[in-house]
Protein backbone atom coordinates (compact mmCIF):
# COMPACT_ATOMS: atom_id res chain seq x y z
CA UNK A 1 0.00 0.00 0.00
CA UNK A 2 2.72 2.23 0.69
CA UNK A 3 4.26 1.64 -2.38
CA UNK A 4 0.91 2.48 -4.46
CA UNK A 5 0.31 5.72 -2.12
CA UNK A 6 4.43 6.82 -2.77
CA UNK A 7 3.60 6.30 -6.86
CA UNK A 8 0.53 8.08 -6.65
CA UNK A 9 2.37 11.31 -4.79
CA UNK A 10 5.26 11.03 -7.08
CA UNK A 11 3.48 10.70 -10.42
CA UNK A 12 0.41 13.05 -8.99
CA UNK A 13 -2.28 10.37 -10.22
CA UNK A 14 -4.95 8.47 -8.86
CA UNK A 15 -3.96 5.32 -7.87
CA UNK A 16 -6.32 2.10 -7.53
CA UNK A 17 -5.24 -0.39 -4.56
CA UNK A 18 -7.74 -3.74 -4.06
CA UNK A 19 -7.62 -5.25 -0.62
CA UNK A 20 -8.24 -8.88 -1.02
CA UNK A 21 -11.87 -9.61 0.76
CA UNK A 22 -9.99 -12.27 3.21
CA UNK A 23 -7.28 -9.89 3.95
CA UNK A 24 -8.71 -9.49 7.44
CA UNK A 25 -8.20 -12.83 8.58
CA UNK A 26 -4.17 -12.66 7.67
CA UNK A 27 -2.02 -12.04 10.98
CA UNK A 28 -0.93 -8.37 10.85
CA UNK A 29 2.59 -9.92 11.20
CA UNK A 30 4.17 -13.44 11.70
CA UNK A 31 4.73 -14.36 15.49
CA UNK A 32 8.60 -15.32 14.22
CA UNK A 33 8.80 -12.16 12.91
CA UNK A 34 11.35 -10.09 15.20
CA UNK A 35 11.76 -6.53 14.37
CA UNK A 36 15.64 -5.56 13.86
CA UNK A 37 17.34 -2.99 15.32
CA UNK A 38 20.15 -1.54 12.83
CA UNK A 39 23.14 -1.58 14.21
CA UNK A 40 25.18 1.68 15.15
CA UNK A 41 27.63 3.02 13.27
CA UNK A 42 30.85 2.53 15.65
CA UNK A 43 32.97 4.97 15.44
CA UNK A 44 29.53 7.38 15.56
CA UNK A 45 28.97 5.76 18.71
CA UNK A 46 32.08 5.64 20.27
CA UNK A 47 32.37 9.57 18.78
CA UNK A 48 29.30 9.82 21.00
CA UNK A 49 29.92 8.28 23.97
CA UNK A 50 32.75 10.51 24.50
CA UNK A 51 31.28 13.65 24.37
CA UNK A 52 28.15 12.30 26.53
CA UNK A 53 30.78 10.82 29.27
CA UNK A 54 32.68 14.15 28.95
CA UNK A 55 30.30 16.80 29.04
CA UNK A 56 28.78 14.46 32.29
CA UNK A 57 31.82 14.62 33.70
CA UNK A 58 32.22 18.55 33.52
CA UNK A 59 28.73 19.11 34.54
CA UNK A 60 28.25 20.58 37.57
CA UNK A 61 24.33 19.10 37.63
CA UNK A 62 23.09 16.34 35.46
CA UNK A 63 19.64 15.80 34.43
CA UNK A 64 18.20 13.02 32.35
CA UNK A 65 14.82 13.38 30.78
CA UNK A 66 12.75 10.22 29.32
CA UNK A 67 10.76 9.86 26.04
CA UNK A 68 7.72 7.82 25.47
CA UNK A 69 9.97 6.02 22.77
CA UNK A 70 11.34 4.11 25.57
CA UNK A 71 8.44 2.49 26.31
CA UNK A 72 7.74 2.02 23.06
CA UNK A 73 10.28 0.07 22.05
CA UNK A 74 10.65 -1.82 25.43
CA UNK A 75 13.83 0.04 26.27
CA UNK A 76 12.37 0.81 30.20
CA UNK A 77 14.86 -2.35 31.55
CA UNK A 78 17.51 -0.56 29.99
CA UNK A 79 17.02 3.75 30.27
CA UNK A 80 17.09 2.37 34.58
CA UNK A 81 20.37 1.00 33.93
CA UNK A 82 21.62 3.89 32.34
CA UNK A 83 20.19 6.25 34.81
CA UNK A 84 21.53 4.54 37.57
CA UNK A 85 25.03 4.07 36.04
CA UNK A 86 25.01 8.05 35.80
CA UNK A 87 23.61 8.27 39.17
CA UNK A 88 21.76 11.57 38.06
CA UNK A 89 17.80 12.70 39.17
CA UNK A 90 15.52 12.15 36.35
CA UNK A 91 12.15 13.37 35.31
CA UNK A 92 8.96 12.59 33.09
CA UNK A 93 6.58 15.10 30.83
CA UNK A 94 3.10 14.38 31.33
CA UNK A 95 3.11 12.27 28.10
CA UNK A 96 6.01 9.76 29.55
CA UNK A 97 4.88 9.04 32.87
CA UNK A 98 6.01 5.48 34.68
CA UNK A 99 7.98 4.15 32.29
CA UNK A 100 10.61 3.61 35.31
CA UNK A 101 8.88 3.55 38.57
CA UNK A 102 8.08 6.80 40.97
CA UNK A 103 9.63 5.30 43.67
CA UNK A 104 13.07 4.96 42.56
CA UNK A 105 15.60 6.98 44.50
CA UNK A 106 16.44 9.13 41.97
CA UNK A 107 13.06 10.41 40.54
CA UNK A 108 12.27 13.76 40.87
CA UNK A 109 8.84 14.95 39.41
CA UNK A 110 7.02 15.36 36.57
CA UNK A 111 8.49 18.28 34.44
CA UNK A 112 5.66 20.74 32.99
CA UNK A 113 7.11 23.84 32.97
CA UNK A 114 5.78 26.32 35.08
CA UNK A 115 3.05 24.19 36.72
CA UNK A 116 6.17 21.61 37.84
CA UNK A 117 7.25 21.37 41.54
CA UNK A 118 9.44 24.14 42.18
CA UNK A 119 12.03 21.74 43.16
CA UNK A 120 11.74 19.89 39.74
CA UNK A 121 11.43 22.53 37.72
CA UNK A 122 14.90 23.96 39.34
CA UNK A 123 16.21 20.91 38.54
CA UNK A 124 15.80 20.80 35.04
CA UNK A 125 15.95 24.07 34.14
CA UNK A 126 19.14 24.52 36.25
CA UNK A 127 20.70 21.91 34.79
CA UNK A 128 24.36 22.26 32.96
CA UNK A 129 23.21 19.06 30.93
CA UNK A 130 19.91 18.23 30.31
CA UNK A 131 20.05 14.58 28.66
CA UNK A 132 16.92 13.80 26.77
CA UNK A 133 17.02 9.95 26.23
CA UNK A 134 14.57 8.99 23.56
CA UNK A 135 13.44 12.44 22.55
CA UNK A 136 11.19 14.31 24.82
CA UNK A 137 8.49 16.17 23.10
CA UNK A 138 8.25 20.11 23.85
CA UNK A 139 4.55 21.00 23.10
CA UNK A 140 1.83 23.29 24.62
CA UNK A 141 0.59 20.73 26.91
CA UNK A 142 4.23 19.15 27.91
CA UNK A 143 5.30 22.89 29.01
CA UNK A 144 2.13 24.10 30.65
CA UNK A 145 1.60 26.85 27.37
CA UNK A 146 5.01 26.66 26.93
CA UNK A 147 6.43 28.31 30.32
CA UNK A 148 9.30 26.18 30.58
CA UNK A 149 12.68 27.87 30.58
CA UNK A 150 15.00 25.33 28.55
CA UNK A 151 18.01 26.23 27.05
CA UNK A 152 18.28 23.82 24.14
CA UNK A 153 22.34 24.36 23.77
CA UNK A 154 22.36 22.39 26.95
CA UNK A 155 20.33 19.48 25.76
CA UNK A 156 22.22 16.08 24.44
CA UNK A 157 18.93 14.40 22.80
CA UNK A 158 19.54 10.90 22.12
CA UNK A 159 16.88 10.51 19.68
CA UNK A 160 15.82 6.56 18.40
CA UNK A 161 18.37 6.85 15.24
CA UNK A 162 20.79 9.59 15.90
CA UNK A 163 22.16 11.44 18.48
CA UNK A 164 21.47 15.95 18.78
CA UNK A 165 24.33 17.82 20.56
CA UNK A 166 23.33 21.73 20.19
CA UNK A 167 23.52 21.74 16.28
CA UNK A 168 25.42 19.08 15.65
CA UNK A 169 23.41 15.75 14.52
CA UNK A 170 25.05 12.26 14.62
CA UNK A 171 23.47 9.63 12.66
CA UNK A 172 23.08 5.64 12.48
CA UNK A 173 23.88 5.62 16.55
CA UNK A 174 21.11 3.86 17.87
CA UNK A 175 18.85 4.88 21.22
CA UNK A 176 19.26 0.97 22.53
CA UNK A 177 23.45 1.15 21.84
CA UNK A 178 23.67 4.29 23.21
CA UNK A 179 21.37 2.96 26.66
CA UNK A 180 24.47 -0.11 26.94
CA UNK A 181 26.77 2.02 26.54
CA UNK A 182 25.97 4.77 29.00
CA UNK A 183 25.02 1.72 31.58
CA UNK A 184 28.64 0.88 31.83
CA UNK A 185 29.59 4.79 32.83
CA UNK A 186 30.98 4.82 36.25
CA UNK A 187 28.92 7.71 38.29
CA UNK A 188 31.76 10.48 39.39
CA UNK A 189 29.24 11.22 42.61
CA UNK A 190 27.29 9.95 45.24
CA UNK A 191 24.47 9.03 43.62
CA UNK A 192 21.42 11.70 43.39
CA UNK A 193 18.33 10.23 45.96
CA UNK A 194 14.93 12.52 45.78
CA UNK A 195 12.92 13.20 48.62
CA UNK A 196 10.65 9.91 48.99
CA UNK A 197 7.14 11.08 47.93
CA UNK A 198 3.87 9.23 49.00
CA UNK A 199 0.65 9.35 47.39
CA UNK A 200 -1.60 12.33 47.59
CA UNK A 201 -3.73 12.34 50.40
CA UNK A 202 -7.38 11.02 50.16
CA UNK A 203 -9.43 14.17 51.24
CA UNK A 204 -13.07 14.94 51.73
CA UNK A 205 -15.79 13.48 53.59
CA UNK A 206 -18.41 11.29 52.11
CA UNK A 207 -21.48 13.47 51.87
CA UNK A 208 -19.36 15.97 49.63
CA UNK A 209 -19.96 16.66 46.38
CA UNK A 210 -16.98 15.59 43.77
CA UNK A 211 -14.11 18.43 43.57
CA UNK A 212 -11.11 17.70 41.26
CA UNK A 213 -9.01 18.56 44.64
CA UNK A 214 -10.95 15.31 45.79
CA UNK A 215 -11.17 13.35 42.93
CA UNK A 216 -7.69 13.44 41.45
CA UNK A 217 -6.02 11.95 44.62
CA UNK A 218 -8.72 8.94 44.99
CA UNK A 219 -7.56 8.11 41.28
CA UNK A 220 -4.03 7.72 42.56
CA UNK A 221 -5.16 5.49 45.37
CA UNK A 222 -7.13 3.36 43.31
CA UNK A 223 -4.26 2.69 40.68
CA UNK A 224 -2.54 -0.12 41.38
CA UNK A 225 0.44 -2.33 40.11
CA UNK A 226 -0.46 -4.24 37.57
CA UNK A 227 -3.19 -1.68 36.12
CA UNK A 228 -2.84 0.46 32.77
CA UNK A 229 -4.48 3.35 32.88
CA UNK A 230 -5.32 4.74 29.61
CA UNK A 231 -6.23 8.54 29.67
CA UNK A 232 -7.94 10.68 27.29
CA UNK A 233 -7.09 14.09 26.39
CA UNK A 234 -8.90 16.64 27.89
CA UNK A 235 -8.92 17.80 31.80
CA UNK A 236 -8.55 14.08 33.01
CA UNK A 237 -4.98 13.83 31.56
CA UNK A 238 -3.51 16.84 32.96
CA UNK A 239 -5.19 15.75 36.65
CA UNK A 240 -3.82 12.07 36.26
CA UNK A 241 -0.45 12.96 35.10
CA UNK A 242 1.20 15.29 37.87
CA UNK A 243 0.02 12.81 40.32
CA UNK A 244 2.56 10.43 41.74
CA UNK A 245 1.45 6.92 40.86
CA UNK A 246 1.87 3.32 42.93
CA UNK A 247 4.94 1.23 41.08
CA UNK A 248 3.65 -1.00 38.70
CA UNK A 249 1.26 0.94 37.15
CA UNK A 250 1.51 1.81 33.38
CA UNK A 251 0.35 4.83 31.45
CA UNK A 252 -0.86 4.91 28.21
CA UNK A 253 -1.69 8.66 26.90
CA UNK A 254 -1.57 10.71 23.56
CA UNK A 255 -0.84 14.37 24.72
CA UNK A 256 1.52 14.78 21.63
CA UNK A 257 -1.26 14.20 18.98
CA UNK A 258 -4.02 14.83 21.19
CA UNK A 259 -7.34 13.44 19.12
CA UNK A 260 -9.99 13.37 21.36
CA UNK A 261 -12.09 9.90 21.08
CA UNK A 262 -8.61 7.84 20.96
CA UNK A 263 -8.99 6.92 24.68
CA UNK A 264 -12.00 4.25 24.80
CA UNK A 265 -11.37 2.02 21.68
CA UNK A 266 -7.88 2.25 22.85
CA UNK A 267 -8.57 0.90 25.92
CA UNK A 268 -10.54 -1.49 24.56
CA UNK A 269 -7.36 -2.85 22.21
CA UNK A 270 -4.86 -2.80 25.23
CA UNK A 271 -7.26 -4.65 27.48
CA UNK A 272 -7.47 -7.17 24.66
CA UNK A 273 -3.68 -7.07 24.22
CA UNK A 274 -2.77 -7.99 27.39
CA UNK A 275 -5.68 -9.37 29.55
CA UNK A 276 -3.16 -10.24 32.41
CA UNK A 277 -3.01 -6.17 33.27
CA UNK A 278 -6.24 -4.91 34.09
CA UNK A 279 -7.29 -1.84 31.99
CA UNK A 280 -8.84 1.73 33.59
CA UNK A 281 -9.89 4.02 31.17
CA UNK A 282 -10.00 8.14 32.54
CA UNK A 283 -12.15 10.02 30.14
CA UNK A 284 -13.92 13.05 29.81
CA UNK A 285 -17.64 12.78 28.76
CA UNK A 286 -17.16 15.34 25.74
CA UNK A 287 -14.33 12.99 24.16
CA UNK A 288 -15.90 9.85 25.35
CA UNK A 289 -19.01 10.58 22.87
CA UNK A 290 -16.96 10.24 20.21
CA UNK A 291 -16.00 6.78 20.17
CA UNK A 292 -18.32 5.43 23.25
CA UNK A 293 -19.81 2.54 21.22
CA UNK A 294 -16.14 1.02 22.12
CA UNK A 295 -17.86 0.07 25.14
CA UNK A 296 -19.82 -2.22 23.25
CA UNK A 297 -16.92 -3.99 22.12
CA UNK A 298 -15.14 -4.51 24.96
CA UNK A 299 -18.92 -5.92 26.42
CA UNK A 300 -19.00 -8.09 23.20
CA UNK A 301 -15.05 -9.72 23.57
CA UNK A 302 -14.95 -10.18 27.19
CA UNK A 303 -12.37 -6.72 28.06
CA UNK A 304 -12.77 -6.20 31.69
CA UNK A 305 -12.43 -2.61 31.50
CA UNK A 306 -12.98 -0.21 33.97
CA UNK A 307 -14.26 3.07 32.71
CA UNK A 308 -14.67 6.21 34.40
CA UNK A 309 -16.05 9.30 32.62
CA UNK A 310 -15.93 12.98 34.21
CA UNK A 311 -19.23 14.87 33.35
CA UNK A 312 -18.56 18.20 34.04
CA UNK A 313 -21.44 19.80 31.45
CA UNK A 314 -19.17 20.05 27.91
CA UNK A 315 -15.34 20.50 27.02
CA UNK A 316 -14.20 21.97 30.17
CA UNK A 317 -10.49 22.31 28.94
CA UNK A 318 -11.49 24.04 25.62
CA UNK A 319 -13.34 26.68 28.31
CA UNK A 320 -10.54 26.72 30.58
CA UNK A 321 -8.03 27.80 27.07
CA UNK A 322 -10.45 30.06 25.00
CA UNK A 323 -10.85 33.21 25.68
CA UNK A 324 -14.70 32.70 25.82
CA UNK A 325 -15.98 29.67 28.01
CA UNK A 326 -19.01 30.04 26.99
CA UNK A 327 -19.01 29.37 23.56
CA UNK A 328 -22.16 27.10 22.36
CA UNK A 329 -18.73 24.86 20.94
CA UNK A 330 -18.55 23.65 24.39
CA UNK A 331 -21.54 22.21 25.13
CA UNK A 332 -22.85 19.09 24.39
CA UNK A 333 -25.66 16.76 23.91
CA UNK A 334 -26.23 16.01 27.83
CA UNK A 335 -26.31 11.77 27.53
CA UNK A 336 -27.08 9.40 30.35
CA UNK A 337 -23.59 7.85 30.14
CA UNK A 338 -24.24 5.39 33.39
CA UNK A 339 -26.86 3.99 31.11
CA UNK A 340 -24.74 3.21 28.17
CA UNK A 341 -23.08 -0.05 29.29
CA UNK A 342 -26.64 -1.54 29.41
CA UNK A 343 -27.71 0.19 26.17
CA UNK A 344 -24.73 -1.52 24.55
CA UNK A 345 -24.55 -5.08 25.39
CA UNK A 346 -22.76 -5.11 28.64
CA UNK A 347 -25.76 -6.59 30.09
CA UNK A 348 -24.02 -7.48 33.39
CA UNK A 349 -21.06 -4.65 34.20
CA UNK A 350 -21.30 -2.64 37.39
CA UNK A 351 -22.26 0.93 36.64
CA UNK A 352 -23.17 3.90 38.59
CA UNK A 353 -23.35 7.66 38.55
CA UNK A 354 -22.03 9.44 41.42
CA UNK A 355 -22.79 13.22 42.74
CA UNK A 356 -20.57 12.33 46.12
CA UNK A 357 -17.53 11.43 47.25
CA UNK A 358 -19.31 8.46 49.60
CA UNK A 359 -20.56 7.22 46.45
CA UNK A 360 -17.36 7.42 44.34
CA UNK A 361 -15.33 5.41 46.91
CA UNK A 362 -18.46 2.51 46.87
CA UNK A 363 -18.25 2.45 42.88
CA UNK A 364 -14.42 2.33 42.98
CA UNK A 365 -14.46 -0.78 45.03
CA UNK A 366 -17.68 -2.37 43.20
CA UNK A 367 -16.22 -1.68 39.97
CA UNK A 368 -12.72 -2.67 40.71
CA UNK A 369 -14.30 -6.65 42.54
CA UNK A 370 -16.59 -6.63 38.93
CA UNK A 371 -15.70 -10.10 36.55
CA UNK A 372 -17.23 -8.59 33.66
CA UNK A 373 -16.94 -4.78 33.70
CA UNK A 374 -17.70 -1.71 35.63
CA UNK A 375 -18.36 1.96 33.89
CA UNK A 376 -18.58 4.99 36.71
CA UNK A 377 -19.88 8.70 35.63
CA UNK A 378 -18.85 10.85 37.87
CA UNK A 379 -20.48 14.19 38.05
CA UNK A 380 -17.79 17.27 38.32
CA UNK A 381 -18.35 21.28 38.46
CA UNK A 382 -18.18 22.70 34.81
CA UNK A 383 -15.36 24.87 36.13
CA UNK A 384 -13.74 22.79 38.59
CA UNK A 385 -10.08 22.44 36.99
CA UNK A 386 -6.88 20.12 38.16
CA UNK A 387 -4.51 22.48 38.95
CA UNK A 388 -2.45 22.32 35.93
CA UNK A 389 -5.21 23.21 33.85
CA UNK A 390 -5.96 25.90 36.61
CA UNK A 391 -2.50 27.23 35.85
CA UNK A 392 -2.84 26.68 31.83
CA UNK A 393 -5.92 28.77 31.85
CA UNK A 394 -4.49 32.21 34.25
CA UNK A 395 -2.24 32.30 32.19
CA UNK A 396 -3.49 32.29 29.08
CA UNK A 397 -6.14 34.89 30.89
CA UNK A 398 -3.05 37.02 31.21
CA UNK A 399 -2.44 36.67 27.64
CA UNK A 400 -5.64 37.05 25.97
CA UNK A 401 -6.12 40.15 29.04
CA UNK A 402 -9.33 38.78 30.57
CA UNK A 403 -9.01 38.32 34.23
CA UNK A 404 -8.65 35.02 35.11
C1 LIG B 1 -10.64 15.21 17.21
C2 LIG B 1 -10.54 16.40 18.10
N1 LIG B 1 -11.50 17.33 18.09
C3 LIG B 1 -11.42 18.40 18.91
C4 LIG B 1 -10.36 18.55 19.75
C5 LIG B 1 -10.25 19.74 20.66
N2 LIG B 1 -10.49 19.29 22.03
C6 LIG B 1 -9.46 18.99 22.87
S1 LIG B 1 -9.99 18.54 24.39
C7 LIG B 1 -11.60 18.75 23.94
C8 LIG B 1 -12.73 18.57 24.90
C9 LIG B 1 -12.59 17.48 25.87
O1 LIG B 1 -13.73 17.52 26.68
P1 LIG B 1 -14.05 16.38 27.69
O2 LIG B 1 -13.68 15.08 27.11
O3 LIG B 1 -15.44 16.51 28.17
O4 LIG B 1 -13.02 16.64 28.85
P2 LIG B 1 -13.00 17.81 29.96
O5 LIG B 1 -11.87 18.71 29.60
O6 LIG B 1 -14.33 18.48 29.95
O7 LIG B 1 -12.77 17.11 31.25
C10 LIG B 1 -11.71 19.17 22.61
C11 LIG B 1 -12.99 19.44 21.91
C12 LIG B 1 -9.34 17.57 19.70
N3 LIG B 1 -8.27 17.66 20.49
N4 LIG B 1 -9.46 16.51 18.89
Redesign the pocket.
Known sequence: MERVIGEARRCNQPAYIVVPSDHALSAVMSADVKPIVPRSNEVALQNTMTIIAERAKNAKSLVVMQAFTISRLGLQKQAQKAIEALGCPFVTTLMEKCIIDESHPQFAGVYSGAASDPKTRQIVEGSDLVLDLGGVNLNDITTSAYSARLDLSRFITVGVDDVRIGDKVIANVRLTHVLSELAKLKPTSAPYRGTPQGLAPVNGSRSDTITMAALYPRFAAFLRAGDTVVL?????S??VSPMRLPDGVRVEAQVLW????WATPAAFGIALADPGRRTILI????????TANGIGDMGRFGANVIVFV???????????LEQNPDWT??D?APWNYAELPKALGCAHWYTARVDTLGELDDAMKAARASKTGGYVEII?GQMDMPPA?AFAHSRLAELYGAAP
Do not use: V, W
Open positions: ETGSTLGGSIGTGEGAHQLLNNGGYMIERAYNIGL
